[in-house]
Nanobody
Framework: QVHLTESEGGSVPAGGSLRLSCESSELTDSSSCMGWFRQAPGKAREGVASIYSDGVMTYLTESVKGRFTISRDNAKNTVYLQMDDLKPTDTAMYYC???????????????????WGHGTQVTVSS
């Protein structure tokens, strides 16, 4: 079974940057798509970004386009989420998730991601 290990999040002022990483225990069909979700207090979990194993098929939710970048290093079984120009509205618990190709095609439907990390907190102060 695939296991996901997320890096520590952090606290930054508005306009700052953070990079999250998520290492998968193995690269298989069930982890070919890797992504990040986030959940702010009192809000539903939302898909932020995903990337397929080819490194080409990617998705970014509208609110982070131009600020966040997702990438992956298959040699390290690791996906990265570079977050720049952070806003207080980006404050949330961020979860790494993995799934098959359908997860990347279907624009981040939670049920397509079968494996989840424990989450890491990102806090952006105004």
């Amino acid at each position: 079974q695939v296991h996901l290990t997320e890096s520590e999040g952090g606290s930054v002022p508005a306009g700052g940057s953070l990079r999250l990483s998520c290492e998968s225990s193995e690269l298989t069909d069930s982890s070919s798509c890797m992504g990040w979700f986030r959940q702010a207090p009192g809000k539903a979990r939302e898909g932020v970004a995903s990337i397929y194993s080819d490194g080409v098929m990617t998705y970014l939710t509208e609110s982070v386009k131009g600020r966040f970048t997702i990438s992956r290093d298959n040699a390290k079984n690791t996906v990265y989420l570079q977050m720049d120009d952070l806003k207080p509205t980006d404050t949330a618990m961020y979860y790494c998730a993995a799934g098959g190709i359908v997860a990347c095609i279907a624009s981040m439907k939670e049920y397509d991601f079968k494996t989840w990390g424990h989450g890491t907190q990102v806090t952006v102060s105004s």
